[in-house]
């Protein structure tokens, strides 16, 4: 099976700007959670959907949003970008289940803001 | 509410050096309980995960056992390489109606000198 996907894996935008990120779990993997991670603030919870549905969320302002697809596939938009968006952005799925399940990560987006 | 606690880094080493990552949480009721990997510029890699107490996850010569006890999983391994360098995070994840909810560990930083 292929892994998680995540594009573009770099990018690099200025202050005021949008941004999107796209996000493909793994197949048969309907959660899809995103995650901030910078040096200072390790990693942080966005926002997790499921099924089309966000479903949990963090505590990011209104700038940071999400959707998912029919097919799972996820994107995260960030509007009007300042400095300190400048981070790692991580996607991860993880399979619906009884138990307890793992999430399985992407590789990262890797958002710069001048 | 749930946490993960880690053990600050960095930790430097000499190869062959014995590993030890201390990692304690706070549940309110079962979670399972999980290790993960970050290379330099890459996602994170699930290194192994123990889903009941006294079960121990093993991978690459990484060993946690889940302590119920003491609350704690913390990761060993017996001789480390410089290949080892990376970024160790601690997780859990636990079952919240309909959906799991997972907490991370803020990340420790494992240095190995050959």
């Known amino acids: 099976k292929a892994g998680v996907t995540q594009t573009p894996r770099y990018l690099i935008k200025t202050r005021g700007q949008q941004v999107t990120l796209s996000c493909s779990p793994i197949?048969?993997?309907?959660?899809v959670s995103w995650y901030q991670q910078t040096p200072g603030q390790g990693l942080q919870f966005l926002f997790e959907y499921f099924s089309e549905t966000q479903r949990n969320k963090g505590n990011f302002p209104g700038r940071f949003s999400g959707r998912q697809f029919s097919n799972s596939r996820s994107e995260m938009n960030v509007s009007t970008l300042e400095l300190g968006d400048s981070a790692l952005y991580l996607c991860?799925?993880?399979?619906?289940?009884?138990?307890?399940?793992?999430?399985?990560f992407g590789p990262g987006t890797r958002l710069t803001v001048t | 509410g749930n946490s993960v606690t880690q053990m600050e880094g960095p930790v430097t080493l000499s190869e062959e050096a014995f590993l030890t990552i201390n990692c304690t949480y706070t549940?309110?009721?079962?979670?399972?309980l999980f290790w993960y990997v970050q290379y330099p510029g890459e996602g994170l890699q699930l290194l192994l995960k123990a889903t009941k107490a006294d079960d121990k996850g093993s991978n690459k010569g990484f060993e946690a056992t889940y302590r119920k006890e003491t609350t704690s999983f913390h990761l060993e391994k017996g001789s480390v390489q410089v290949s080892d360098s990376a970024v160790y995070f601690c997780a859990l994840s636990e079952r919240r109606g309909n959906f799991n909810k997972f907490y991370f560990g803020s990340g420790t930083k494992l240095n190995v000198k050959p």
């Open positions: 991860a799925s993880s399979l619906e289940g009884r138990s307890a399940s793992e999430q399985y």
């Open positions: 549940a309110t009721g079962y979670p399972s």
């Open positions: 197949s048969g993997h309907r959660s």
